[in-house]
């Protein structure tokens, strides 16, 4: 089983819809998890990092964190065409230093 | 500006011939890292490096050295480079907290081809 795993899309929703993006692992006790947003051609750049379980807001986006299901998950409220892009999870368990990547998940905003 | 700075962005070489890629950030981080980003299967992870002469293996460090003389600095070594290593590669660093990371800040990306 691969250390992270995302559906790799693409998922398209409608402007102004709720975007979902999801995100499974691997159990190996304490973990941090971290969402990167990636335009096509750049480099990632951090959303947002997420430590204990339930849900955790900025701004348009909320994480959420199951321990038990072993899932995280993103949502980004009121999709706009700008967050046309992938989206990257990752996650750094507490007895290392090493952080795994899933392959991300394309998401298209329809105007 | 906070920033990791990476070069060259564009690189295209011939087997064998060594080359170094060049990562520097001015946040004063602890770790950094290195990624190579490839098709259908994401970044994965080269080297990193908790501080200062301390540097580790990550998931696929074949092929690849590095070197972590200085806080701010940590270059990636190709020292005899193959068409296998043809990838995007992304340097990284992270504040580190006593139990926890912050998150990455990513360099721009070194697009390699080796022919």
């Known amino acids: 089983q691969k250390e992270v795993e995302q559906n790799s899309g693409p998922l398209s929703v409608p402007e102004g819809a709720i975007a979902s993006l999801n995100c499974t692992y691997s159990?190996?006790?304490?973990?941090?998890f971290f969402w990167y947003r990636q335009y096509s051609g750049k480099s990632p750049e951090l959303i947002m990092f997420i430590y204990s379980n339930g849900d955790k807001e900025d701004g348009r986006f909320t994480a959420q964190l199951n321990k038990a299901s072993q899932y995280v998950s993103l949502l980004i409220r009121d999709s706009q065409p700008s967050d046309s892009a992938t989206y990257l999870c990752a996650v750094n368990w507490a007895t290392g230093n090493q952080f795994y990547f899933g392959t991300g998940t394309s998401l298209t905003v329809i105007p | 500006e906070a920033q990791v700075t990476q070069n060259p962005r564009y690189l295209i070489t011939v087997t064998g011939k060594k080359l170094t890629v060049t990562c520097s950030q001015n946040?004063?981080?602890?770790?950094m890292s290195w990624y190579r980003q490839d098709p259908g299967l994401g970044l994965r992870q080269i080297y990193y490096?908790?501080?200062?002469?301390?540097?580790d293996k990550g998931d696929v460090p074949e092929g690849y050295k590095v070197s972590r003389k200085e806080k701010r600095n940590f270059p990636l070594i190709l020292e005899s480079p193959s068409p296998n290593q043809t990838s995007l590669y992304f340097c990284?660093?992270?504040?580190?907290?006593?139990?926890?990371?912050?998150?990455?800040?990513f360099g721009s990306g070194t697009r390699l081809t080796v022919v």
């Open positions: 990284a660093s992270s504040l580190r907290g006593t139990d926890r990371y912050y998150g990455y800040t």
């Open positions: 159990d190996r006790g304490s973990q941090s």
């Open positions: 490096s908790m501080n200062v002469e301390v540097t």
């Open positions: 946040m004063n981080h602890e770790y």
